[in-house]
C-alpha cells in the first residue's frame, strides 16, 4: 500500500480519520501538561491563570503553525550560492527556516522556543517522550517535504493539522485547569 492509497483511504473516511487525528492532539497535550504538572507541582495552586497562559500560548503557536503550513513557500536550492557575508548567511539563513515573514513570524519563532523549553522541563517518561519525539518527526518531515520537496498539502491535510493543533490545545488546557489533584501519576 502506497502513501497515496493511505491518503485517499483516509479522505474516504474522513470522520474518522478527523476524530483520531483531533485524539492524537489531545493525548499529546494532555500528556505534556501531565509532565508540567508533576515536574512544577506548585501550578496546580494557580491552575487557572496557567491553563489560560497557556492556552494563549499554544493558540499562538497553533494559528502560526497552521499560517506556516498551510503555505508551505518551496526553495530551490539549486541556485543558492554561498554567501561570504554575514548578510548573505542571514538571508539564505531566514528563507530555509521560513521566518523570514516579519513581525510575527518572530512572534511564532519566539513561542515555539519557549513551548520547547516547556516541554524539555516537563517530568514525562520515557514512553511519552518517545510517542512526542514520534509525532514531531512525523510533523517536521511533513513540513521538510513541503518546504524542499514537491508535496503541496491540501485542504484535508490542513484540516487534519489543524485538528491535530486543536486537540494539542485542548489537552493541555483541559488538564491544565484541574486544581484539584485526581491522578497526575502515569
Not at 491553563?51 to 500560548?57: E, G
Not at 520515557?126 to 521538510?144: D, E, G, K, P, T
Amino acid at each position: 500500500m502506497e502513501i497515496s492509497d493511505l491518503l485517499a483511504l483516509a479522505e474516504e473516511h474522513y470522520v474518522a480519520t478527523f476524530l483520531l487525528v483531533f485524539g492524537i492532539g489531545v493525548l499529546q497535550g494532555s500528556m505534556i501538561a501531565r509532565g508540567l504538572r508533576n515536574r512544577f507541582p506548585s501550578l496546580r495552586t494557580h491552575a487557572r491563570l496557567i491553563s489560560i497562559v497557556l492556552l494563549a500560548m499554544f493558540s499562538i503557536n497553533a494559528i502560526f503553525s497552521i499560517a506556516q503550513f498551510s503555505a508551505l513557500g518551496q526553495i530551490d536550492l539549486s541556485g543558492v550560492e554561498v554567501s561570504n557575508t554575514l548578510e548573505g548567511a542571514v538571508s539564505l539563513a531566514t528563507a530555509v527556516f521560513g521566518i523570514d515573514g516579519g513581525f510575527w513570524s518572530i512572534i511564532a519563532v519566539f513561542v515555539a522556543i519557549v513551548l520547547t523549553l516547556l516541554f524539555r522541563f516537563a517530568q514525562l517518561p520515557r514512553i511519552v517522550r518517545y510517542f512526542i519525539l514520534v509525532i514531531s518527526a512525523i510533523m517536521l518531515l511533513v513540513a521538510l517535504a513541503g518546504r524542499f520537496g514537491v508535496y503541496a498539502p491540501t485542504e484535508f491535510h490542513v484540516t487534519m493539522y489543524a485538528l491535530y493543533q486543536a486537540g494539542l490545545v485542548a489537552g493541555v488546557y483541559f488538564v491544565m485547569r484541574r486544581k484539584v489533584r485526581i491522578t497526575d501519576d502515569y
